[in-house]
C-alpha cells in the first residue's frame, strides 16, 4: 500500500468515525476488487474507484460512498472512472448513497419504494451522459446532485429533490410530487423542452439558474408555496415562466384595495415570481393561471417578448410590483382575470406592440410609467388608475371600459385622449394632467375642475426619462400635490421647449392641419424666431423673425425638406422680451 492510498484511507476512516461508524471499512478498484460492483457487495462503507472504464452496470442497495480515486472534472469524460450505468435499488436499511466524480454512461435510475426504508441519494461533480429517471412515481427518498455535467434529462419524484450547480447540456429537469424542491444555479441550456418542469411541490425554490433555448422556461403546476427568484431566461420558444393551477371556486366577496395588501383567505401560500431576467423568448414573459392564493409578481425585467410582457388568468390575489417590460408584442401587462389585493403599481412599460396595461377587472393601477404603446397607455374596467405617467402612446393615456376613478395621472402626448371613457360609463376624475393629447385631453366625459393642461417639462423626455424637472407644475400642483408615477429628477429639462405662456398669444391655424401651417400673433416689438419641434422635443423647422412682424407660414416640411409626420408638435417664439407657444396638429 502506498503512501497516498494509506493518508486517504486514514481520511474516510477518520471522518466515518466522526459520524459515528465505528468499523469502517474503505476498498480500492481494482486494487482491491477487479470489479466495482464486486466492491460494492463487499459491504464495504467507501469505495474508492481509480481512473478507467468499467464494462458493467452498477447498482446499490445501501448507504455507501463511491468516490473517484482522484480529482476530476466532470467537463472532461477522460478524467473520471466509468461505468456503464448506475441503479439505486430499494435498501434493506435506510442510509445515504454518495457518489463522487463517476462517469455514468446510461441512465441513473432510482428505484425506492413506499412502504419501506428509503435510499438518500447524493452525487457530486459526476458526468451523467443519460440523465436520471425514475420508472414509478413514489414520493420516497431524497436525490441530491451538485456540480455535475447532465447531457440529458433529470425525471424523478423523490420526496426531496436539490440540483445546484449542475450544467445541462441538451437536458432540463422534471420533478413530479416532490415535497421539497431546489433547483439552484443551474446551468440549462437547450433542453428537448422546458428548462425546468416541476409538479405538485408544496415547497419548491428554483434560484439564480441560466435557461436558454428552451421551449418553456420554468413551468411550475400547482405551485403555492413557490419562490421563483433571479433566474435569467434567454431564448425560449414559449413562455419564460409559466404557473398552472387546478381549479377552485372563487370567494363571493373578495376584498380589493388600492395600496395595501388585501386580506388574504387564512392557510394560503404565496407564490413569489421576482427578480428574473427574461429576454427573446416567442410567448409571454410571465403567463399565470390561477384559481386562488396570491402571486407576488415584482422586479423582473422582461424584453423583447413575443406575447405579453406578464399575462394572468382565472383569479387571485395579485401583487404585481416594480417590473419593467420593454418591447412585448402584446400588453406589458394583461391581467385578465378578477384580481384582487394591492394591484398593479410601479411598473415601467416602454414600447408594447397593443395596450401598455390590459387590466379586465377589478383592478388599481397605481405609480406606473408606460409610454411609446401601439394601444392605449393604460386599459381598465372598473378599478381605479391614480399617479400614472403615461405619454407618447398611440391611443389614449387612460381608456376606462367601467366604472372607474382616475386622479393624479399624466396624458401626455398620446395620439388620442389623455383619458377616454366607452359609452355609457361612469368615471371619476380630479387632480390629472392632460397635455398634447391629439384628439383633445378627455373623451367621452368632460375634464373635471380640479383637472390641468400643463407641460409636465420632463426631465429627458427623448430618452425616456420622465421624472419631472424642478420647475415642472405639477410637481406639487395646488390641492393635487404631486401629479404624475415619478417625483423631481433634475433641474431643467433636456431638449424640450420651456415656454410659459405669454401675455399676448400665438395662433394657429387650420387646427387640425394637412399642409401649410399659418401663424398670427401681435407685432413684435424686437426680432426673434419662430420654432417648431416634435413631442420628442426634436426641433423641426425654424425661421427668423423681423421686428414688427405679425404672420409666417410653416410648410408643414422638416429643416431637410421632408415632409413632417402626422401628430403633434409646439411652436414658440423666442427672442428679446417675447415668450409665445401654441401647439400645432398635422394630419395627413
Known amino acids: 500500500m502506498n503512501l497516498a492510498r494509506t493518508l486517504l484511507l486514514a481520511v474516510l476512516f ?8 465505528s468499523h469502517a471499512t474503505s476498498v480500492i478498484v481494482p486494487d482491491d476488487f ?113 456540480g455535475s455535467m447532465i447531457l440529458a434529462n433529470v425525471e424523478v419524484s423523490c420526496r426531496r429533490v436539490e440540483l445546484s450547480q449542475n450544467d445541462l447540456n441538451g437536458a432540463g429537469i422534471h420533478a413530479t410530487h416532490v415535497e421539497r424542491g431546489t433547483y439552484r444555479s443551474n446551468d440549462i441550456s437547450a433542453p428537448p423542452g422546458v428548462g425546468i418542469n416541476v409538479n405538485g411541490d408544496p415547497d419548491l425554490e ?81 403567463d399565470i393561471l390561477s384559481h386562488g392564493g396570491v402571486f407576488v409578481v415584482e422586479k423582473n425585467t422582461i424584453e423583447k417578448v413575443g406575447r405579453s410582457g406578464i399575462h394572468a388568468t382565472g383569479w387571485a390575489y395579485m401583487h404585481v410590483h416594480g417590473n419593467g417590460v420593454t418591447g412585448p408584442g402584446g400588453p406589458g401587462v394583461w391581467l385578465q382575470m378578477d384580481a384582487f389585493g394591492e394591484g398593479v403599481g410601479e411598473n415601467r412599460i416602454l414600447g408594447g406592440g397593443a395596450d ?65 371613457v366607452d359609452p355609457g360609463q361612469v368615471a371619476h376624475l380630479s387632480c390629472n394632467d392632460w397635455f398634447g393629447n391629439l384628439a383633445g385631453p378627455t373623451g367621452g366625459i368632460a375634464p373635471d375642475p380640479s383637472d390641468r393642461f400643463d407641460h409636465p417639462l420632463f426631465c429627458d423626455l427623448p430618452n425616456d426619462n420622465v421624472y419631472l424637472s424642478s420647475i415642472s407644475p405639477i410637481l406639487d400642483a395646488p390641492g393635487c400635490g404631486l401629479i404624475g408615477a415619478l417625483g423631481e429628477g433634475c433641474n431643467a429639462p433636456a431638449g424640450i421647449p420651456m415656454v410659459p405662456a405669454g401675455a399676448r398669444s400665438l395662433e394657429a391655424s387650420p387646427r387640425p392641419a394637412r399642409a401649410n401651417v399659418r401663424f398670427a400673433w401681435s407685432p413684435l416689438a424686437h426680432p426673434a424666431r419662430l420654432e417648431v419641434y416634435d413631442v420628442a422635443g426634436a426641433l423641426r423647422w425654424s425661421a427668423p423673425l423681423p421686428a414688427g412682424a405679425s404672420r409666417a407660414e410653416w410648410t408643414g416640411t422638416n429643416r431637410d425638406g421632408s415632409r413632417a409626420s402626422a401628430g403633434l408638435y409646439y411652436a414658440r417664439i423666442v427672442g428679446g422680451h417675447e415668450r409665445l407657444e401654441t401647439r400645432v396638429v398635422i394630419v395627413r
Do not use: W
Open 34 to 146: 477487479a470489479t466495482v460492483q464486486g466492491a460494492i457487495d463487499s459491504g464495504a462503507d467507501s469505495v474508492l474507484v481509480r481512473d478507467g472504464t468499467y464494462d458493467e452496470h452498477v447498482s446499490i442497495d445501501h448507504g455507501l460512498s463511491l468516490l473517484a480515486f482522484d480529482a476530476s472534472d466532470p467537463s472532461d469524460p477522460s478524467s473520471l472512472p466509468r461505468v456503464k450505468s448506475l441503479t439505486f435499488k430499494p435498501p434493506a436499511l435506510s442510509g445515504l448513497a454518495t457518489v463522487r466524480g463517476m462517469t455514468s454512461g446510461g441512465e441513473v435510475v432510482l428505484m425506492n419504494q413506499l412502504p419501506g426504508p428509503e435510499l438518500e441519494v447524493q452525487m457530486e461533480t459526476c458526468r451523467l451522459e443519460a440523465g436520471i429517471v425514475q420508472p414509478s412515481v413514489i414520493e420516497a427518498g431524497a436525490l441530491t446532485v451538485l
Open 356 to 420: 401598455g396595461m390590459l387590466l379586465e377587472a377589478g383592478t388599481a393601477a397605481f405609480r406606473n410609467v408606460i409610454g411609446r404603446c401601439r394601444g392605449n397607455g393604460i386599459r381598465i374596467f372598473s378599478g381605479s388608475a391614480g399617479g400614472n405617467t403615461t405619454y407618447l402612446n398611440d391611443g389614449s393615456g387612460v381608456s376606462v371600459g367601467g366604472e372607474s376613478e382616475s386622479h393624479n395621472n399624466i396624458g401626455f402626448g398620446n395620439l388620442r385622449f389623455g383619458l377616454d
Open 14 to 21: 477518520v471522518s466515518t468515525v466522526g459520524i459515528g461508524r
Open 206 to 286: 428554483v434560484e439564480r439558474n441560466t435557461i436558454k433555448g428552451a421551449t418553456d422556461g420554468v413551468l411550475v403546476t400547482s405551485p403555492f408555496g413557490s419562490l421563483i427568484r433571479e433566474n435569467e431566461i434567454i431564448d425560449c420558444s414559449g413562455t419564460a415562466i409559466r404557473t398552472l393551477e387546478p381549479p377552485q371556486p372563487m370567494p363571493s366577496h373578495a376584498p380589493k384595495t388600492e395600496f395595501a395588501l388585501a386580506p388574504v383567505p387564512q392557510g394560503t401560500s404565496v407564490v413569489t415570481i421576482d427578480q428574473n431576467t427574461i429576454q427573446d423568448c416567442r410567448g409571454h414573459g410571465i
